[in-house]
């Protein structure tokens, strides 16, 4: 199965975390990442959120590996130590990745994942717009179904699937949402 690294970038807005652990879920792709990754998403939620309880935001990346229970990528470590990328601190993406056998990382920081570095690897960087088209693509009435579930399930506030676009509009794949906007029947 096509596996892929999520970098921490795309695992912060909730809204996006969501859609693409549902499409994981079902069967569009095997997630990967580290507990090193997991960290950073923690601290950055927390960063950005300084009045949210921090058990709240452990508490969501706990159910997110106990949900994925082959997604997080141990021993990557001493691969780390032997990668060039033009920032030290994604070596440790990159590493998960070459362990894990993803055949991507999903990043929002496409330049600090050079294709000199990935392409020997077979690893390709792909942003997180262009992730989620490349899955409308291939599986459009799914994605529509997947995400029409999603909206439903919100509560706190409800939603429905123009708002859940909405909120995936900020969150750095406004293509793929015009996308799905063209494809959605005006009932969902």
């Known amino acids: 199965m096509y596996a892929a690294v999520l970098d921490a970038n795309v695992l912060v807005p909730t809204a996006l975390c969501d859609t693409r652990l549902r499409l994981a879920e079902d069967g569009f792709?095997?997630?990967?990442?580290s507990e090193r990754i997991l960290l950073e998403v923690e601290h950055a939620v927390i960063s950005l959120y300084p009045d949210i309880d921090?058990?709240?935001v452990?508490?969501?990346?706990?159910?997110?590996?106990?949900?994925f229970e082959d997604a997080t990528v141990s021993g990557w470590e001493q691969v780390s130590a032997g990668l060039d990328l033009p920032d030290d601190n994604d070596r440790h993406v990159l590493a998960a990745a070459i362990v894990g056998g993803a055949q991507?990382?999903?990043?929002?920081?496409?330049?600090?994942?050079?294709?000199?570095?990935?392409?020997?690897?077979a690893i390709e960087a792909r942003h997180p717009d262009d992730f989620l088209l490349d899955q409308l693509d291939l599986f459009p009435s799914r994605?529509?179904?997947?995400?029409?579930?999603?909206?439903?399930?919100?509560r706190n506030p409800p939603?429905?699937?123009?708002?859940?676009?909405?909120?995936?509009?900020?969150?750095?794949?406004?293509?793929?949402?015009?996308?799905?906007?063209?494809?959605?029947?005006?009932?969902?």
């Open 58 to 67: 452990r508490r969501r990346t706990q159910l997110m590996s106990a949900t």
């Open 29 to 33: 792709y095997r997630p990967l990442w």
């Open 104 to 121: 991507a990382i999903v990043t929002a920081n496409l330049k600090d994942f050079p294709l000199e570095q990935l392409g020997p690897r």
């Open 143 to 154: 994605v529509l179904q997947v995400l029409s579930e999603q909206a439903a399930d919100l």
């Open 159 to 188: 939603m429905d699937l123009a708002g859940l676009l909405n909120n995936l509009a900020r969150c750095q794949v406004p293509n793929f949402v015009e996308a799905v906007r063209r494809q959605a029947p005006e009932s969902m």
């Open 54 to 56: 921090p058990t709240r």
